[in-house]
């Protein structure tokens, strides 16, 4: 069970630092990402229009912020598809992509995170 328990805990260190490394540091902007990378991953191009409507995460003048921050990172583009300028859809860019596979590979070897980060002392001796 402890053993459950340690990979957790690690699994979810490694998540902080990876998204901390890369200037994931707001939730609001993390959950954004999350969404947008299943319409994604459904196939589905998502208007900017759309994601303002997202009203249990924000405002829409808070989410089109962080959508433009999300942008600055270089984390996601935002496209014109059918040639209506007034219409923009939002897509994950490679560094996105990148991000989310490595997120995948740590999640699928925990064995992995367990060898390479040692639990410190005081924790370990906590937990006896």
Partial sequence: ML???SNAILFMQKLRMVQVSVDLQDSLE???LNRIGLYEAYKENIPV???LKWHDLGSPGTLHNRLLNLQKK???TLDKIDGDARVRYVRLT???HEYYA???ETMLSPVKVVTEYKVPEIVEK???
Avoid: H
């Fill in 49 to 51: 229009n759309y994601i």
């Fill in 94 to 96: 490679k560094k996105a």
């Fill in 30 to 32: 993390i959950s954004m």
């Fill in 102 to 104: 490595f997120l995948g």
């Fill in 126 to 128: 906590k937990l006896r």
């Fill in 3 to 5: 053993r459950k328990v």
């Fill in 74 to 76: 270089e984390f996601v």
